[in-house]
């Protein structure tokens, strides 16, 4: 079953805005990542952040982690056309699988 | 470095033919290995996973079946294909259980 919600299911803004996409998940992980998926193919990683870490950096990436609220958002800085493309969050929990999310899509506009 | 190499790219299968989709890994030993299925737009469900030659764990009861004949090769097969087996299927690999996973490109399944 999948356990992470990303919000929104979509998002549209222009080059050069920022983009914010959050995920929720119901029980304890050991870590959570994020993952892009451009149209047709495959999951590429970009972040992943333990459950004692509350916020990672890479690039135009931004990741905070509130395990309190179990929930976390991913922001992407400063968008491009090349960012456009679907965001899944997965969670990991005692048996190591992941379990992901719908995703967010997320068109970014010349 | 590491690669992970996925086929068909595409296939359209009648109902009821059998299937065999084939994953391979390079540049690293005793990966553990995935194998999902994603629905169009929707996120994905994991189908098999394995941790060693011939150790396939099943997550959903379903008319398909994994196979780990040799440590970096990971193959998904059906006997009889159903319209319900369409999607988009995706092999992955990852170091151990909490490490990120990498992904193959896909392939594209068309039951007709």
């Known amino acids: 079953s999948q356990q992470g919600e990303e919000d929104p299911q979509a998002l549209s803004i222009q080059e050069g805005e920022n983009a914010t996409m959050n995920c929720s998940y119901k029980t304890s992980i050991n870590n959570l990542q994020w993952y892009r998926q451009n149209s047709g193919r495959g999951l590429v990683h970009l972040i992943l952040i333990r459950s004692n870490e509350r916020e990672k950096h890479s690039g135009r990436l931004r990741v905070t982690l509130d395990t309190s609220k179990k929930s976390s958002s991913l922001l992407i800085t400063a968008s491009r056309a090349a960012d456009t493309a679907s965001y899944f969050c997965?969670?990991?929990?005692?048996?190591?699988?992941?379990?992901f999310g719908a995703g967010t899509t997320v068109t970014v506009r010349a | 470095s590491q690669t992970i190499h996925q086929w068909p790219a595409t296939l359209v299968q009648p109902v009821g033919s059998p299937l065999s989709l084939e994953c391979t890994v390079e540049g690293t030993s005793n990966p553990n290995l995935y194998w999902y299925r994603q629905a169009a737009g929707r996120g994905l469900q994991l189908l098999f996973y394995s941790v060693g030659i011939g150790q396939i764990s099943s997550e959903v009861p379903q008319n398909l079946s994994a196979s780990r004949p040799q440590d970096r090769q990971f193959i998904l097969s059906s006997k009889k294909l159903l319209l319900s087996d369409s999607g988009f299927y995706l092999c992955a690999w990852s170091n151990n259980g909490n490490q990120p996973q990498h992904f193959g490109d896909g392939t594209r399944l068309s039951i007709l």
């Open positions: 997965a969670t990991t929990f005692e048996d190591y699988k992941l379990s």
